[in-house]
């Protein structure tokens, strides 16, 4: 009867051994899969770079914008995405959108934007945006679909680099 009980106690330690081990290695797997994620706006240059684990893997024209509603400089993050959205304000379609301020500031799809993104950096400011960061449908669809909720977005200038 003893012998029985010592067999019972092991193998239910064993079990929960095993147990433990299978929920460290999946948590440890899960940490390896996610990579860390990080979007870098680059007011000046007119550029959005998508980092993951600190290494390039997008770089996309961006317009940022213009003089009285300028795309503040800060350190934010993803806290709201929307595949098809209309701006409150504007009226405007904003395709893949994703928010970053409170205040309503957002990375989306917008019209023209590879050659507003030219025009906003060497000749005018006054072809920015509202203050959103704009991309072409393609290049804000790829990076909707690659960026989580909560991803940072860093949002510099010139002078900060």
Known sequence: MEHKGRI??????LSVFAGLLLIFASSSLAEETEKKQEIR?????QVLVALEDDEEIYSFDIVTGRDGKET??????IFRKHEKYTSKTYGSEMPYTMFFTEDGK????TQMATLRSYLHSYLSESVGSQGCVGLTDDNAKVLFDWARVGTPVVVITEQEE
Do not use: W
Request: charged share 30%.
């Open 41 to 45: 706006v680059f007011i000046e240059q």
């Open 72 to 77: 503040t400089a800060g350190r934010y993050r």
């Open 8 to 13: 019972s106690l092991r193998k239910k330690s």
């Open 106 to 109: 957002a990375i989306h799809g």
